[in-house]
């Protein structure tokens, strides 16, 4: 194998044969992937999520994690929000000429760290290698599939009015650490990105009836409330106090002129319960060892309906909005 | 919406709401696409295929398709190459900033008429901008789901000897076309690429003892011939005279230097059957209207065993090695 990678490997021939078996095999084989078909054959239940993610994260490598972190983390994470534990994974990852073999194994171990802690398996995969230029680095798709989870029925339709928001941990932590990353800043701040389907799974051993998980990623807490609550055709009433926000991510967003409620998360979740069941719930994300700072942060209303409304230590309520524009770009 | 791709339609706020609403869905819509979650929940057989391809094609429009009717193709066919009914994909699809939306318009209607055709559908998707000059133009990343056909057990543990190997129609014709276009020379090739996955469903009516079935894609029949020779621990022999290669292939291949069992197909396939079913197989595959020039080409044998031979008009014998090197950069 060179040091670096180049067209050869991604044309179908022996080097593209090589580069599966002596640098992606090592770290995220496993017996499904070896039989290297065109597609892996599995079994299921029949009643299955299915969901894909492309990352394009720059930096490829932060705090708290990397590309190949986000790769297993944001697909796991978007199979655990659709009700499903989450079991294959596919990876197809598009190399530039000349990327450094030793910093694709690094993404490799990281990919293969999640997986294990998520309990999931590379099953089938596809690798490009595109022209110097012609791509930044390097791009990862996982697709992912899961079972969906006997008695889950995730959608905004089962929201009903009076229902409990409850948020898993710290808003923004993802979002603030890629930007003090670009910033060159110097902090503390580390990435959330995480699975978490393992919470989920907890949170479903003590109630069936969560209408609505979402994990805040691009658009943060702010779009994913929004969505939301136009979705399920609700209100939506926040308690700026009550939600969780790490001091440096705020002073941060400050800095940066960002509301950190529109930074993006990558091991959080927002959950939609009934107020009966919330507390059992909000125990069962505490209990896991990503959801130790987890609170109830709100409830549907009848006013309103469509928007979110945050009240602010001083009583008022201040709209939050849809984010619009920008925001940041290659944030996962 | 406006006439370029903007970093603000990635960035999971209202402008990527709108490109997925105003411009995906008029092509690629349907009701569990529309339910937008994060990921889609389906019905299916519980023994089922899963696979992943990222395109990466250059140019991204080709006579007889574009990177669109390749990303449901490529997909559809390694579902149906490993015995599967192909029923689900995934779209994802990473832009590069200022990329004209009229372009990714033509893009998805060849995705939809590809789906169309095969009888897929799009179930969940994710969309990515990258900034100016960190992508070329649009990757795409299709992810498939089918279910396993009744029977079918492709595996090239199941190749014996005497097995014939059979190939769908002309070979080389996407790769041929490919370099013509890159090359600016005038032909009248176009591009095999389509999802073969009907061809597939009337092989299996006529027989289940399909051990083997592979597109041939990157590093073309070569490539596949010669992975299956190893991974069946058997050995080849096919019939130079009995491969259909288009007259115009084989001058661009020699004109240009190429090999043309190395040019990559995205809409052939080749099966290994039991002597006493090929005729079969062969009509069967014959009755597709992608299937007409079918052919026996070749069969297994216990000579030379892990390699792949090609007897020449001459009678002699010659080597078909497995594809070396760089051979058609971003082909498919």
Chains 1, 2 share one sequence.
């Not at 969901?51 to 720059?58: A, E, L, M, P, R």
């Not at 708290?64 to 990876?91: H, P, Y």
């Not at 995480?194 to 658009?219: H, Q, S, Y």
């Amino acid at each position: 194998m060179n040091e670096r990678i180049t067209l050869a490997e991604g044309a179908g021939g022996s080097a593209g044969e090589a580069l599966m078996k002596d640098v992606i095999f090592p770290y995220i084989g496993n017996d499904i992937l070896a039989e290297m078909h065109d597609g892996a054959r599995l079994k299921v239940s029949g009643d299955i999520a299915f969901t894909t993610d492309s990352y394009v994260v720059s930096p490829r490598f932060f705090p708290g994690g990397s590309i190949g972190t986000l790769a297993v983390s944001g697909t796991v994470n978007d199979l655990a929000m659709t009700g499903a534990k989450a079991r294959f994974l596919s990876a197809a990852v598009i190399l530039e000429e000349g990327f450094p073999v030793e910093e694709l194994k690094n993404i490799l171990a990281d990919m293969q760290k999640a997986a294990k802690y998520a309990g999931v398996l590379f099953v089938t995969g596809d690798t490009k290698v595109a022209p110097k230029g012609k791509v930044d680095g390097v791009f990862i798709n996982t697709a992912g599939i899961g079972d969906i989870i006997e008695g889950a029925d995730i959608s905004p339709k089962n929201v009903k009015l009076g229902m409990k928001i409850i948020v898993s941990g710290s808003m923004g932590d993802h979002g603030a650490t890629i930007l003090a990353a670009r910033h060159n800043m110097k902090s503390n701040l580390k990435s959330d990105a995480a699975p978490l389907n393992k919470m989920v799974e907890k949170m479903f051993a003590v109630t069936k009836n969560i209408a609505v998980l979402r994990d805040p990623t691009r658009g943060g807490l702010a779009a994913t409330l929004n969505e939301i609550a136009k979705a399920a055709n609700v209100g939506i009433i926040i308690d700026e106090e009550k939600i969780p926000i790490k001091e440096e991510v705020k002073g941060l967003s400050d800095m940066l002129g960002f509301d950190p409620l529109t930074l993006a998360n990558e091991g959080k979740l927002v959950a939609f319960v009934p107020q009966e069941e919330a507390d059992a719930a909000l125990a069962a994300i505490k209990a896991d060892e990503r959801g130790r700072d987890a609170a109830v942060i709100g409830e549907t209303t009848d006013k309103a309906v469509g928007k979110v409304g945050m009240r602010t230590p001083l009583g008022s309520i201040r709209v939050v909005e849809m984010p619009r524009g920008i925001i940041v770009p290659r944030i996962c």
